[in-house]
């Protein structure tokens, strides 16, 4: 079936393919012809793409029925700034941190009118292009969350180790509030103290593990709950990491970070400086993905906002908060 008999010499140069679409557009603007369905049905579409074909034949003949061209109507020529990129390297190798992260610091510390702030996507970019990161995102098993209605409804606790230290860790169920501290051993007395010095306020109930210091038969544990908390010492089930799954989290970003910035240092002040600039850092500058709120907003209604000045990567890294000029000039230093 032919629509015009023009179209019979423009169809022998035409491929195949472009014959077919040919055929089932005219059998559905034919008089009497078959339905759209139907035609769709005979060149293995849907009917929404053969509506399109026969929109493009309208308007350009049988040329519109051609296979068009899957390159995009307009490249980005707007390259990241080799001193933006600079900069994120930098921020990572003393960090360490991931490319969301990276995004937040670095924005924090640049204003560009023109361009606007950078995507964690261009950090992960970035990182690649240098070399850091794997290209490919590694799978990652998603677990179901939940969260208590408010803060100090439930405090999270545990103990983990850095360089033969004991760090004591607590964190708010509800805003992600993060505590931590160095403690010379991991005695009875000597956690409960710790406890009381992270979080000396009273809260309801209290979340931990199934260690000695914790355990139902501690009488130090049990004296420390009858003073702090209104509700009750809930103990997470055994071989089931994922009750304290957001403890869990804080505590491998903290250490991921003490690694990183002091490797198998034993330097006291220098662990209790990064675990403080760490603290500062994931309390006022990091946005939960979950909430999108800042842990201390959530907590308290309100966070630091000079928490960029006080982070101690900047110690080794010479720029101050200043907006970067785009015309050529790198960051310096604050006076």
């Not at 393919?17 to 293995?44: C, N």
Request: hydrophobic letters at 30%.
């Amino acid at each position: 079936m032919y629509l015009d008999e023009s179209h019979v010499s423009l169809l022998r140069t035409e491929p195949e393919y472009v014959k077919k679409r040919y055929h089932a557009v005219a059998r559905t603007l034919a008089p009497f012809g078959v339905t759209r369905q139907r035609a769709a049905e005979m060149i293995g579409r849907s009917k929404r793409q053969l509506q399109r074909l026969v929109r493009r034949f309208k308007e350009e003949g049988i040329h519109g029925l051609r296979f068009r061209s899957k390159r995009p109507h307009t490249m980005p020529r707007n390259k990241t700034l080799p001193e933006i990129e600079r900069r994120v390297v930098e921020v990572r190798n003393a960090t360490g941190f991931g490319s969301e992260q990276l995004a937040a610091i670095v924005n924090e510390g640049l204003t560009i009118e023109a361009r606007g702030p950078i995507t964690d996507t261009t950090c992960y970019n970035i990182l690649a292009r240098n070399g850091l990161v794997e290209a490919e995102r590694r799978a990652v098993r998603r677990y179901k969350s939940f969260e208590w209605g408010h803060p100090n409804e439930l405090i999270q606790c545990d103990l983990t180790e850095f360089n033969g230290f004991p760090i004591l860790t607590m964190e708010d169920d509800h805003s992600r509030e993060g505590w931590a501290g160095r403690i010379d051993n991991a005695t009875d007395d000597m956690v409960v103290d710790g406890l009381v010095k992270l979080h000396p306020d009273v809260y309801e109930n209290l979340l931990t593990d199934n260690g000695k210091q914790f355990c139902r038969m501690n009488s130090t544990m049990h004296r420390y709950c009858e003073g702090q908390i209104t509700g009750k010492h809930i103990w997470s089930s055994v071989h089931h990491p994922q009750t304290l799954g957001k403890l869990s989290a804080f505590q491998k970003g903290l250490k991921r970070f003490l690694i990183h910035r002091l490797r198998r240092s034993t330097d006291k002040d220098a662990i209790d400086k990064c675990i403080r600039n760490y603290l500062n850092w994931y309390n006022n500058g990091k946005k939960v993905r979950t909430t999108k709120c800042y842990p201390e907003e959530r907590y308290s209604g309100t966070r630091d906002l000079h928490w960029y000045e006080k982070l101690g990567v900047w110690d080794i890294i010479p720029f101050g908060s200043r907006p970067i000029d785009v015309s050529g000039s790198f960051w310096s230093m604050n006076s």
